[in-house]
């Protein structure tokens, strides 16, 4: 993120004759909390102010709640419009520490980069100081380091990159601290190629959101995806090593490890203290110190620190308020978004002659960690009296859903949900208020069917980040009401979701209540008549389910006629992909023939994933698993020869990266010549079907797990469908293949197969649900075909098989009437569908081989076909290969040549 160059003093100014100063408000601090507090001034109007922040980070306030984007690369996380920081009565002071407070003359004493100080005079002083990373109270904690700042994140990013070099292994990184920031700090070092092992004081991870019982279970889905952890045991010393050490290296010399309160030690390169915060008070304690010696009422501390503030957000010193992580309100200081943006207008509300009071801490929470779903909200541990707590729990599947409510079970008291946390969404409006059915009914993973219909009262708070409320949201959809936070009235009615969030703010933070806010929107727009739009996009007005009948009725073959018909305008990147999609899965034609090259996306243009330097990856079908000796050699071969980057992905196959355009075809020539073909890493198709060694090896195998795999993958290899598909298959009920997380999952059972479908990964995982049980092999495969064609022809585009089976009327029974039972009477239709699929089926880059033409396509620069992309270049590292750095390109000596770039004819 650039450092802004520090904007011009800007002297107070004396007003018109007859007209009285502005109020100097001076800001101390730099983060979430003093942007949202300039932010709030600024939208309630600076006439009559002048606002000053202070703040001794070199960057611009930025968004530390998505601090662990910036691990991988250098990305701005700065928060709202830049250009705020430019408007008249607003300066923004970068690198510059607070150090003193004078109260009595209301001068805050500041120090720059340099070690000047200066001095700002204020009518109002706003402390948004936020809290540091607490430290570890052992031998050897100086040799660790922290996960609070930019610079943090930075340092550890090269920090660990130095390790892989110096060491020539994966590094070691021991984080400190199983909560949210720890397995944020451990998730960030996996990242970035680390292993990661988490040490925690407590028995179980995030022990302060979350009870006994969520945390195994959170800690069997931690350890699931390759974390090491150690409970209810606390570090004694980071230990460095001690030859290293005596022989006088500076710096103490290399850790080598932790040493555990029971004495077990655990090695380690690299130490990450993540044990809680504690708040930025040094000022304020100073202050404190100065007063008490002057015999004067001055600031209070609050039992774990930081600054006592009233409901009021004031600090009981005249002039002086605080927000965010520094105030302590009810004996608690607490680092969550979204009370420190409520403080934050609380006082610019009271600086506008308003009466804004703080209601409390909202301590909701919800992991961050990618591929683990917790959420946890209000009386969480039933310590209420009373209080009852329905819970569900499938410890093998690290499950665990608890509603806690009033001892009638109907008032909504709390929750945790681990695994699975769908229903958090629609539950956490409703804390404080009767639930609409019984309490069970929202337990989504016991299968009790669909959960009610909940409609949200309009005093609920449906985005608590930004304070905003379903009614506020319900005013802004009929343009009855207030939207902005600070009193702007939404002029005509909204109907989208980006109005919304514009008019009212709701959403542009974590972005956890979007969902929400959608389904409200459309609640509303229903209530008024308006029917809700499933266009594809604004140049078509059908939905893709809609199109993709269309097309496949008409026999349509080409996006002009498509586009003649049924829209309007040229196209765009949505619907030109997505008719690309459809034309491919009903005829299976070459994909880049007859003008559909144009339509695609960049990754189905070159029949490769495009990596982030601009090379290449490229990734050979590998059914089931299954590969001979022969084809390890030539991929081997491959990949030295060109000079790629090789690693085994999670579906068993191997991928080679770092290839140009123009090599591509020379690559696919050497691996088809010896018997493979493409493995489709980059279409939204069948990826892989993963398979364990199944009843051919193991002695727990119940059926052959391999030879089912690689019958599936064969089958379905080239299947074009709305999203990516991926299929596993496991020879027994132990699940090696982890079937059940895939969107179609087979297990093996002595009487046949267990069919399960709708099972995804990514942001918002998905268990697989069971369809049919028992099956013979030809009976598996025809219920796989309709429920693959069932799901090409009727899901939406980019709509995950989990996203769609949950908007389906009637949800899993209703897809078991259809593929089971052919309640609809297309079985037969949709089997037919996939043969003619199955028989038309041509590997990509065998044809593409074998057409000059189609080859003209991977030419890296059009009037210089014979030119090599000389900017595209690799450094040695580790022994392997990664993509060079800019500045490494350059003292390589490569230039980036002035050609035209060929783009998809």
């Known amino acids: 993120m650039p450092s802004p160059v520090e904007p011009s003093p800007v002297e107070p100014s004396a007003g018109s004759p007859g007209e009285p100063s502005p109020r100097r408000i001076a800001v101390v601090g730099g983060g979430p909390a003093a942007h949202r507090f300039v932010d709030a001034m600024a939208a309630r109007g600076l006439k009559g102010f002048e606002v000053t922040v202070l703040t001794e980070e070199a960057h611009l306030p930025y968004d530390r709640v998505a601090l662990s984007k910036a691990l991988l690369d250098d990305v701005d996380l700065s928060l709202g419009d830049a250009a705020m920081w430019d408007t008249p009565g607003i300066t923004l002071r970068i690198g510059r520490r607070a150090v003193h407070i004078d109260t009595d003359a209301r001068v805050v004493h500041a120090e720059d980069a340099e070690g000047h100080l200066h001095e700002h005079p204020y009518d109002e002083l706003v402390l948004a100081t936020g809290s540091d990373a607490a430290r570890l109270p052992i031998p050897g904690a100086d040799r660790s380091c922290v996960y609070r700042t930019l610079d943090d994140v930075r340092f550890l990013r090269l920090e660990i990159a130095r390790l892989a070099r110096e060491l020539g292994r994966q590094p070691v990184v021991a984080v ?32 302060r959101q979350l009870d006994e019982g969520a945390g195994q279970a959170l800690g069997r889905l931690i350890e699931a995806k390759g974390f090491e952890v150690h409970g209810g045991v606390r570090p004694a010393e980071v230990v460095v090593a001690a030859a290293e050490a005596d022989a006088g290296g500076g710096d103490g010399g290399q850790v080598i490890g932790v040493l555990l309160a029971d004495q077990r030690f655990i090695d380690a390169d690299l130490v990450v203290a993540a044990i809680g915060v504690q708040p930025r008070d040094e000022l304020i304690r100073a202050a404190i110190r100065e007063a008490g010696t002057a015999g004067k009422a001055t600031f209070e501390l609050g039992p ?6 009233d409901e009021a957000c004031g600090t009981g010193v005249d002039g002086v308020w605080a927000i965010g992580e520094v105030a302590s309100f009810g004996g608690m200081c607490l680092g969550l978004v979204a009370p420190a943006n409520t403080m934050a207008e609380i006082v610019a ?14 301590t909701a929470t919800k992991l961050k960690l990618s591929g683990v779903d917790v959420a946890s909200f209000g009386d969480a541990f039933a310590a209420e009296a009373g209080a009852l707590e329905i819970v569900y729990a499938d410890p093998a599947r690290g499950v665990y859903q608890k509603i806690v409510t009033t001892d009638d079970a109907r008032t909504l008291l709390g929750g945790i949900f681990v695994g699975d946390a769908a ?12 639930l609409p059915a019984e309490p069970a009914a929202f337990l989504s993973a016991a299968g009790g069917g669909e959960a009610p219909e909940t409609e949200i009262p309009d005093d609920a708070i449906l985005c608590s980040c930004n304070n905003v409320s379903a009614g506020r949201l319900r005013d802004a959809v009929n343009a009855c009401g207030t939207g902005h936070p600070a009193g702007g009235t939404a002029a005509e009615p909204v109907r989208d979701v980006a109005g919304l969030k514009a008019c009212t703010r709701a959403g542009t933070q974590c972005g956890s209540c979007v969902p929400m806010i959608k389904k409200l929107l459309e609640n509303e727009l229903q209530k008024s008549g308006i029917s809700v739009s499933k266009a594809l996009c604004e140049h078509f007005e059908l939905s893709r389910q809609e199109l993709f009948d269309s097309i496949r009725v008409l026999q349509l073959t080409s996006f002009e006629d498509i586009l003649a018909r049924y829209g309007t305008g040229a196209g765009c990147d949505i619907c030109k992909p997505t008719i690309a999609s459809i034309l491919a899965s009903q005829h299976s034609a070459y994909v880049l023939d007859e003008g559909r090259g144009t339509l695609q996306d960049t990754n189905d243009r070159a029949l490769a994933n495009m990596q ?35 690693k085994i992905t999670g579906g068993q196959r191997i991928d ?18 010896a018997g493979m073909e493409s493995g489709q890493a980059y279409g939204k198709s069948l990826r892989t079907v993963k398979s364990c060694v199944g009843s051919t090896w193991c002695r727990y195998g119940q059926q052959d797990s391999v030879g089912m795999a690689i019958q599936l993958e064969l089958r379905y290899r080239g299947l074009r469908s709305p999203h990516k598909l991926k299929l596993g298959v496991s020879g027994c009920a132990r699940e090696c293949a982890e079937a059940r997380g895939k969107d179609v999952g087979v297990i093996a059972t002595v009487d046949g197969w267990n069919l399960y479908v709708g099972g995804n990964g990514g942001a918002t995982p998905a268990h697989a649900q069971l369809l049919a049980k028992d099956l013979d092999d030809g009976t598996l495969i025809r219920y796989i075909d309709r429920y693959f064609m069932y799901y090409i022809r009727t899901a939406d585009r980019l709509q995950r098989t989990a996203r769609w089976q949950e908007e389906l009327d009637g949800g899993l029974e209703h897809l078991r009437q259809v593929i089971v039972e052919d309640s609809l009477g297309i079985a037969a239709d949709l089997e037919e569908a996939m043969a003619k699929h199955v028989e038309s089926y041509e590997d990509e880059w065998a044809a593409t081989l074998k057409d000059p033409e189609r080859l003209r396509r991977f030419r890296p620069f059009v009037n210089a076909p014979d030119a090599v992309d000389e900017s595209i270049v690799h450094v040695p590292e580790r022994d392997q290969i990664r993509p060079a750095t800019p500045a490494e ?13 060929l783009d998809g004819a």
Do not use: C
């Open 612 to 646: 982030k330097d601009g090379t290449y990856s490229v990734v050979p079908r590998i059914p089931g698993g299954e590969i001979t000796p022969e084809k390890l050699g030539v991929i081997a071969a491959v990949a030295q020869k060109y000079g790629l980057y090789t």
């Open 889 to 901: 390109r350059v003292a390589l000596g490569a230039t980036i040549p002035v050609r035209s770039q």
């Open 349 to 362: 509300d009271r600086l506008h002659g308003g009466a804004a009071t703080f209601p409390g801490f909202d």
């Open 176 to 207: 400190i601290g199983g909560g949210l920031l720890g397995l944020e700090a451990a998730a960030g070092a996996q990242d970035l190629g680390a292993k990661a092992v988490i040490v925690n004081g407590a028995p179980w991870l995030m022990n």
């Open 656 to 673: 080679m990266f770092g290839a140009r355009l123009e090599q591509l075809p020379e690559i696919w020539r050497e691996l088809i010549d």
């Open 304 to 309: 774990h620190g930081g600054v006592v503030i």
């Open 423 to 434: 229903p958090y969404q629609s539950l956490r409006p409703l804390l404080g208020r009767e």
